[in-house]
Structures are given as structure tokens and as C-alpha cells.
């Protein structure tokens, strides 16, 4: 990697150091002492370790199972089940440190609108913490808030003095501490400052919170300026660090986030845990010396250095270093070049995270998010000036400044500058088209002006809230283009109405997205009710039936549309849905021989929950069985055929998958998502473009030599960083791997060929061979840079061949000639069709040069012998042809120009429309309406023809929304 890596300009703040990600340092500059940011990363994790954590690496910013959150915005995410179900068997310690990749750009946690504009907000950062998972040592808050005191003023050297710290009004332990052992006065605030809970449900754990300040003022130290002023109210003070001390749970529902009524808590039962949160960047801020900014640390000035010197060699340099807005109207600009600088950077490395733990751009959910990031980073580029592809060229400054803390920035920084690329020209597209719309519309809108008052007005026209909302919700074109073009056409924009579809839409969008996964929003109470107080067993690897205990059972109230009841059993046979995978149905039968038809199973707190269709019959049964029959078992039983035909499926995607980076390469091809139902398979990929009929071919024939083989499907579990050593792959970057994972493996007996290595949680076949056969029916696009394959196997492939032969019988039989001469005869038959239409379009035009019109009717004698009228006969009117259409202008033109050239000082119009429904009374009446309100006259008639004049000329500004006005009223 180091000797890989791109050497860029280094910022003018730090021209004395070395920024190359894979060396660490820590200089002297000016007489201080600089510590990067890499540094910091890195004596930060060395700190804990040292002090008895363990150092978990980042996970994705996907959430792993949790569709409650649309990324992971924190570092305690990964650990939220742990706090949750303490009692849930895990493998890792209770003493975590972390350094986690965060994004907030969706939801609740969004901080993309002020990114640029504000020099503190960024909407991907680095979240250094360290936790202790219940139970957490007796001595919990004095360790954890000596080991925070330690690290930054031993490991990063800041000034002891300049640290202030603030403490729960009800936290008189944590205040003691900081007095006894730290001399310091902490001061006391409300829950809106220093208390924090995991949600507003019942049953979430939460605690007060002590937060730590650094203090940038320049009074003396020791002198009394700003002694009672609290940190969150004092501007010279920064947040710097939150330790956050988990000892409650509330058992009401919280009417806001910062609630504090003792009455509604009581301790935690599995004990209290730590969770530490300090944003890296922020920290780096104070460190450096330059906490005014975040875009002022080293790593961000390498980036904006780079960038500044990318988009000079293609647009004015002076733009790039202005502070103001340049004049030129061909490169307009909404803000200072800085900002674009800085929303292009934050966003560039937002992107490209994203991008590189497997999200690919989209129109719904996460992928959304994505595209709005992207396009928004161009934005900034298009109104610098930019009119070319250019964010791939900025990439190697994400792999300098990021690429040695996370290793898949470099993995897949191809996929990574295709995705960018291709986003970047499908908006580029999106930008002509937007402003082709606008322009068409101004031309053809009388605005909120009348036009009998000389087309013209003092006040100024506003574009349809609708249009504008549209032109951005379904095409994609940003507001701040809309606006930019709107004011140099002289229109103005209702924001307000903009604003409220806006908010209309985010609404149907939040409604859609908790339907998407309703059961993850059961209250916590009913979960309680639900689920034990440890993971359930999963029986469905080894059976398919199983004598099972009822754990719980739970129904929203207030859910009237789903009506589901969740159900938990122990053990489980039934697969939950997860790894693209669906879930298991079946059935659970009572002692009674009653049954409830199981619609499907789905993972809650690492636990498998059987879903059932609500009905009193069911619901009665189970409040039986929970009084009466609880010692007895209630058989489960899963529905077989769909469980092998699912099998089928998944085992043939993992062939598949291995199939795609064998013919198109390992390097380009990354799973981008999957499907494995009974019924099909379907796998999306990252490939920039579609592959050619001969790859198919060649995959498709390649899974089916594997399946023919006979190979066998084995499973074994193995120490996760074992297991990606071996080869394995990680199918789905959205899963959250245990230390210890299952591994599927196709390979030959000996071991010397292997087919595939996977980790992977589904169910398979045993051999191969069980898939046959094996077909692929669709090959498409799914976004920009993803591709989707469908396929079918076992007994739906079977169906689908036999119905194909079907049709090519049929198809035989109606062309007369045998099946295997179908191909031919059909291209006889394309070819035949198409030399018959070329013979009609050539009547076509003969008739229409032969063919002519009276001419018009009520115009002096001088006019009528000098113009003759070409017109097209109702047989030719209903025809596409281009040549006939084009003849009928030229004719229209003509008479048009003749009566100019006659009375050059007169606004002179002509109405045509097609015989079939324009008649010679309604062209005429037609005309004299218009001609009536625009105070002009009609002149002559004639056949769907008729022509008007007004009294004088018409400003040239103007004729082009007069026309566009003429035209609606016309066809009105």
C-alpha cells in the first residue's frame, strides 16, 4: 500500500509534515508538538488495549439486522444488542474500544444540509470510544473517567487546566470523582445536556452522562472570567467527549427524549454498563490547534488541496481560491468556492465508505441517500464549472487520507471511481434535461401576468410548486439549480409550497420504511413479553420438525393493518430471514390437533420469531396452551418443499457468485444484494456495464459443470479472521459477523478444487447435483454500476423449459417452417415487413406532393393568386412520417412570410388543425375568440384553416410565451 500511494500537495498549515496514511506521526512544528490524525487513531487504540480492551475493528456502516436505523451513526450501534440481551452468549469481552465509521445523513441523525455551509458538521466521521458491556466493573465511573483524563492529558499532551467537565443534577457520585481525584468542578446541568436513553420506549436502557470540554479562551487560566458559566453555554468552550453511564431502565414512555421523572426508572437487572463516544475529527480539531474548523485538520486540508488542485487544471483557477462569487453567468455560484470545497470533500469520503461496505446508488432507502450524496458532491462541481466526469480523480485522496485505517477503500477502489463515474454522467443527463424542462416552460407559460396587458408586468411570474417539486423528486434536479435557473429567467419560487410537498413525500417515505420492517417498531414492553431472557436455539440445520416449549407470544394493538401475532418457540426448526434468504413457513400444531399456519420466520435480538396471520382462534389457542397446556410441547413443523426449493436456490447463487468472478474478475464483481426464495433466485453485482451475450453464456455453462460434478456442499464453524485467511467470502456486507462463523464450502473430496467459500448462515443442499437444472431468465440493470442476474433451478427451471418448448412449437406451427428453422424464417418475415413499410411511406409522400388544398378563403384577390396552400388529406394526417410533416411546415412557413413581407407592422397568426377535428367553423370561431381578447381581428378562412391579425407589433422578448399561450388556449 505505501509504496502504492499517491503523493498530494500538502496543505499550507502543515508543509513541514509527512501526510501519508501509512506513516503515522508525530512532529514538532513551530516549537508545539503535531500529532496527526492518523496518530491519533492509532494512540487511541493502543491506549485501551494497553489498559485491558479489546480492539473490535469497524463494521459496516450498513447495520447489521437492524432496520430500525438507516446507518450506523455511533459507535455504541454495534453493540446495541449486547445491551439489550446481556444474557445473549457472546464470544467477545465486555471491555470493547473501537474506532467506528459513522454516517449521518439519513433520519433523525442527518447532517447533510449543514455540511459546508457550517465548519463543524460532517456527514462521515470517525467515532473513537471505549465500552463496558453489563456488567461493567464495580468501580465503573472513577475507571472510566481517569482512563479518559489519561489519554488526553498524558497521551495527547492537552492542557489539564483548560478542561471542563459537566455531570447529571442527579449524578452526585461522578461529581465527587472529578472533585476528589481530578480537582476539577464539574458543573451540573439538566437531562437535555447530560442524560441519554437508547429510545423513548418502555424497558430501553439509559443513565446520566458526564461530558468533557476543552476550554479555548484567552482570559488567564487562573483569573475568574467565565467561572460560572456552564460549558454548553460558553462558545469558547468544544464537546470533546461523552461518557455515558447506563445504571436504568424507564418503564413509561418518554414524552420527549430528555425526561426526568425518577419514578419512571429503576436500575438495570443484568447490571450496568460504559458507553464513550469522541468524534475523531473534533478531536484532532483541539489537538491541532485548529478547533474552529474541522476542515482545518491534516487530513481534511490534504483532501481539499488535492481537490483544489484537480479542478484547477479544468476550470478557472481563480474561482477556487475567490471568497466570493464569480461573475461570470456561465459559472454561477450560490456560495464561496471554500464551501463547495468542503462539501465536496465530507462528501466524497461519505460516498466512498458507503460504496465500499457494498451500497450502491438507488431510488429507495439507503441507496437513495447514497445517489443524494453523489449528487449533491456534483452539484458543487457543476457550479464551479465543471461540465465533465472529474470525482474519480479525487478518489486518491480518500485512499491517502483513509485508506491504511480501512482496508476495502482500496479493495474495491475500482468499483468505487466506476460507480462515481457512471453517477456522475446520468446527472449530468439529469442537468440538460432539467433545464431543457424549465426552459420549455417559460416559453410556453403566460406566468400569473395577462397578456393583454402588453405581456408584460412589474411583478414577477413563480414557477408551480408541483413543477419544481417534481423536476427534484422524480428527476433528481436539485433545488438549488431550480433556483438559480429560475432567476435568470425571471421567474421567482414559492418555497413554502415546495417546502410542504417536500415534507409530504419525506412522511409517505418514514410511513413506507416502517412498513418495511413493522415488526422491528413492536413496543419494547410486548418484546419483553416475547422474547427470553436468552437466545433460543436453532434446530433447522439438523430437522425440519421439532418438539418445541412456547416461550411467548405477542400482538400489537395499534397495528390494524398487518394483524400479525409474533410468536417465540425453543428450539426453533424454522430459518429466519437474513442473508437474502426468506424465511421459513409451516405450521405449529397443538396437542388438540389444532393448528396456526406459519407465514414466515424473522430474526429479533438473535432470536428466530415465528410470524402467524392474526385470528381469534389462534390468539385463543395460545392464552389456552399458556394456561393450561404449558408443560406440554407443541410440534413445529416447517413446510419441506419450500425449504429444499430455497436450498436449491441458495446454493446455486453461491455457484453463481463464484461463476460471475471466475468470467468477469474478482476484482470488479461484489455482491450488491440477493434474493433466495423457493420459487427463484436473484443476485445483484457491482459491474460498470452489462455483460455481453457470450459471458452468459459462458456462466451459465460454467454453474452448470459444477452441478454436474456432484460436488459436495459442506459446513463447518471456524474463528472469523481464520476463515477470511482460507478465502472465505463475506457474502453481505450488511451482516455482522460473531467471532465464530459458519463457513459453506463447494469443493471436490480431496479439497484441490474449490468451487466456493462463503460465510453464510442459509440452508443448502448436500450435493450439487440437487440443483439440476439450472437456467438464467433475466439479465438487467439495477442502478448505476449494479447489475442483476435472475435464475431458476430444480422444478421451476424444469417448467420454464418445457413451457419455452411449448412456444417454440406453437411458433413453428404459425410460421410454417420446422423448429429448427424458426430463426430463419422469422428474420424472412422482419425483413418482408420492413421493405412493405418502406414501399408505404414512399405512396405516402407521393400523395402528398400531388395532393392540394383550395386556397384560403376571405383575402383580397391579389393574395389568393399569389399563394397556393399545400395541405395533407385526412389519409395522410394520421401517418408519423417526417418528410410529410416537414413539407406541411415549409407550406405554413411560407404563407406566413408572404403576409409579413405584405404588412411588416402587424403581429400576424395562423391556425391549423387536422380536418378530422378542427372544421372550417370551429378554426374560425376558434381564432375570433383569441383574436377578441388580444384585440386583434380575423382576416380570412378557410378549411382547419384560419388567420388573424393584430393590430401591431409584438415585443421579440415575448413572442415565445405568446406562442406558448396561443397553444394552450388552443387546445383548450
Not at 468552550?237 to 425526561?259: A, P, T
Not at 415465528?610 to 382462534?617: F, G, N, T
Not at 400531388?850 to 393568386?865: A, D, K, T, V, Y
Amino acid at each position: 500500500w505505501r509504496a502504492a500511494a499517491v503523493s498530494l500537495p500538502v496543505p499550507s498549515s502543515v508543509r513541514s509534515v509527512s501526510l501519508l496514511s501509512g506513516h503515522t506521526m508525530c512532529k514538532w512544528m513551530n516549537g508545539k508538538r503535531f500529532i496527526s490524525t492518523n496518530m491519533i487513531r492509532e494512540k487511541f487504540t493502543d491506549f485501551f488495549e494497553e489498559n485491558g480492551f479489546s480492539h473490535l475493528r469497524s463494521v459496516s456502516v450498513i447495520p447489521a439486522n437492524d432496520p430500525t436505523l438507516l446507518f450506523t451513526s455511533a459507535g455504541m450501534v454495534p453493540f446495541k444488542e449486547n445491551i439489550l440481551n446481556p444474557h445473549r452468549e457472546t464470544s467477545i469481552n465486555n471491555r470493547i474500544t473501537t474506532v467506528q465509521k459513522c454516517i449521518r445523513a439519513g433520519g433523525k441523525d442527518c447532517d447533510l444540509e449543514n455540511v459546508g455551509t457550517s465548519r463543524r458538521h460532517l456527514s462521515f466521521f470517525e467515532m473513537c470510544g471505549f465500552f463496558q458491556l453489563p456488567p461493567a466493573s464495580a468501580d465503573y465511573k472513577r475507571e472510566s473517567i481517569n482512563l479518559a483524563m489519561q489519554f488526553l492529558t498524558k497521551e495527547l499532551r492537552l492542557d489539564h487546566r483548560r478542561i471542563k467537565v459537566t455531570v447529571h443534577e442527579s449524578d452526585h457520585e461522578t461529581k465527587e470523582i472529578w472533585a476528589r481525584d481530578h480537582g476539577k468542578r464539574a458543573y451540573v446541568c439538566n437531562s437535555e445536556h447530560n442524560f441519554w436513553s437508547m429510545g423513548s420506549e418502555a424497558g430501553l436502557p439509559c443513565g446520566p452522562c458526564t461530558e468533557i470540554y476543552y476550554d479555548f479562551s484567552d482570559h488567564k487560566l487562573t483569573g475568574t472570567a467565565n467561572k460560572d458559566v456552564a460549558p454548553p453555554d460558553d462558545e469558547n468552550c468544544l464537546e470533546i467527549w461523552n461518557l455515558v453511564f447506563m445504571q436504568y431502565k424507564h418503564h413509561g414512555l418518554l414524552r420527549s427524549s430528555y425526561d426526568w421523572e425518577p419514578s419512571l426508572w429503576e436500575k438495570l437487572d443484568a447490571g450496568h454498563c460504559v458507553d464513550t463516544g469522541m468524534g475523531l475529527e473534533r478531536l484532532a480539531s483541539v489537538v491541532q490547534g485548529v478547533h474552529n474548523s474541522n476542515f482545518e485538520i491534516d487530513s481534511l486540508q490534504t483532501m481539499i488541496s488535492h481537490t483544489r488542485s484537480v479542478l484547477s487544471s479544468i476550470i478557472d483557477k481563480d474561482i477556487l481560491y475567490a471568497d466570493f462569487n464569480h461573475p461570470d453567468h456561465e459559472r454561477p455560484l450560490v456560495h464561496e468556492a471554500s464551501t463547495s470545497l468542503r462539501i465536496i470533500v465530507d462528501h466524497m469520503r461519505s460516498a466512498s465508505v458507503m460504496i465500499s461496505d457494498g451500497l450502491t446508488a438507488s431510488a429507495t432507502g439507503r441507496g437513495y441517500v447514497l445517489r443524494r450524496i453523489i449528487r449533491r458532491m456534483i452539484l458543487q462541481t457543476y457550479l464551479l464549472g465543471v461540465r465533465e466526469p472529474c470525482l474519480s480523480q479525487l478518489y486518491p485522496s480518500v485512499l491517502q487520507t483513509l485508506g491504511a485505517a480501512y482496508p476495502e477503500l482500496i479493495e474495491r477502489q475500482q468499483t468505487i471511481c466506476q460507480l462515481l463515474t457512471q453517477e456522475e454522467n446520468l446527472f449530468h443527463k439529469v442537468i440538460h434535461h432539467g433545464v431543457k424542462v424549465l426552459n420549455e416552460y417559460t416559453e410556453n407559460s403566460e406566468g400569473c401576468t395577462s397578456i393583454s396587458n402588453q405581456l408584460a408586468s412589474s411583478n414577477r411570474p413563480v414557477l408551480p410548486p408541483k413543477l419544481v417539486f417534481s423536476l427534484y423528486d422524480s428527476m433528481g434536479f436539485p433545488m438549488d439549480l431550480t433556483s438559480l435557473y429560475a432567476k435568470k429567467l425571471g421567474y421567482d419560487i414559492d418555497f413554502k409550497a415546495v417546502n410542504q410537498l417536500l415534507e409530504e413525500q419525506r412522511e409517505r417515505g418514514r410511513q413506507s420504511w416502517k412498513n418495511l420492517c413493522s415488526f422491528s417498531f413492536l413496543r419494547n414492553d410486548l418484546r419483553n413479553s416475547l422474547l427470553p431472557g436468552e437466545e433460543t436455539t436453532f434446530s433447522g440445520y439438523q430437522r425440519t420438525r421439532e418438539h418445541s416449549k412456547l416461550i411467548g407470544y405477542a400482538r400489537d394493538d395499534n397495528d390494524n393493518e398487518t394483524q400479525n401475532i409474533f410468536i417465540c418457540i425453543d428450539p426453533c426448526p424454522f430459518y429466519a430471514e437474513g442473508g437474502g434468504q426468506i424465511g421459513d413457513k409451516g405450521y405449529l400444531q397443538f396437542g388438540t390437533g389444532e393448528k396456526i399456519e406459519i407465514t414466515k420466520c424473522v430474526k429479533m435480538n438473535n432470536s428466530n420469531i415465528l410470524v402467524a396471520k392474526y385470528s381469534e382462534q389462534s390468539w385463543k389457542r395460545l392464552e389456552d396452551y399458556e394456561r393450561f397446556g404449558k408443560p406440554n410441547f407443541i410440534q413445529a413443523v416447517v413446510d419441506e418443499e419450500t425449504r429444499q426449493q430455497a436450498s436449491q436456490n441458495h446454493t446455486a447463487t453461491h455457484l453463481l457468485n463464484s461463476a460471475l468472478r471466475k468470467i468477469l474478475g474478482d476484482s470488479i464483481v461484489h455482491q450488491a444484494g440477493s434474493y433466495v426464495g423457493p420459487d427463484r433466485l436473484r443476485f445483484d453485482f457491482t459491474f460498470p456495464n452489462a455483460p455481453s451475450k457470450e459471458q452468459l453464456q459462458q456462466i451459465e455453462k460454467l454453474v452448470r459443470a459444477n452441478i454436474r460434478q456432484n460436488f459436495p456442499v459442506e459446513t463447518k464453524l471456524q474463528p472469523y479472521d481464520e476463515a477470511i485467511a482460507s478465502g472465505a467470502l463475506s457474502l453481505d456486507s450488511c451482516e455482522k459477523y460473531s467471532d465464530t462463523v459458519r463457513v459453506v464450502e463447494i469443493a471436490d473430496e480431496q479439497k484441490e478444487r474449490i468451487v466456493s467459500r462463503e460465510l453464510c448462515g442459509g440452508t443448502h443442499v448436500k450435493h450439487t447435483s440437487a440443483i439440476a437444472p439450472f437456467i438464467i431468465v433475466n439479465e438487467s440493470s439495477v442502478a448505476a454500476g449494479v447489475r442483476r442476474i435472475e435464475a431458476l433451478t430444480g422444478e421451476a427451471a424444469e417448467k420454464h423449459i418445457e413451457e419455452n418448448l411449448a412456444r417454440m412449437q406453437l411458433l413453428s406451427g404459425v410460421l410454417g417452417s420446422p423448429v429448427s428453422e424458426i430463426e430463419i424464417a422469422a428474420k424472412q418475415l422482419i425483413a418482408k415487413k420492413k421493405a412493405l413499410e418502406q414501399q408505404i411511406a414512399a405512396l405516402k409522400e407521393k400523395i402528398l406532393l400531388q395532393s392540394r388544398e383550395p386556397p384560403l378563403c376571405g383575402l383580397p384577390p391579389g393574395e389568393l393568386e399569389e399563394m397556393k396552400i399545400h395541405v395533407i388529406r385526412n389519409e395522410i394526417e394520421e401517418t408519423n412520417d417526417k418528410k410529410a410533416k416537414k413539407a406541411e411546415t415549409n407550406n405554413l412557413k411560407t404563407i406566413l412570410q408572404k403576409l409579413c413581407k405584405q404588412d411588416p407592422h402587424c403581429t400576424h397568426i395562423l391556425l391549423k388543425g387536422k380536418t378530422a377535428i378542427c372544421t372550417d367553423s370551429t378554426a374560425k370561431e376558434k381564432l375570433e375568440k383569441l383574436m377578441s381578447f388580444l384585440g386583434g381581428s380575423v382576416r380570412g378562412s378557410g378549411k382547419n384553416f384560419a388567420i388573424g391579425q393584430l393590430p401591431g407589433p409584438v415585443d421579440e422578448s415575448c413572442v415565445k410565451r405568446l406562442t406558448g399561450w396561443l397553444r394552450k388556449k388552443i387546445l383548450t
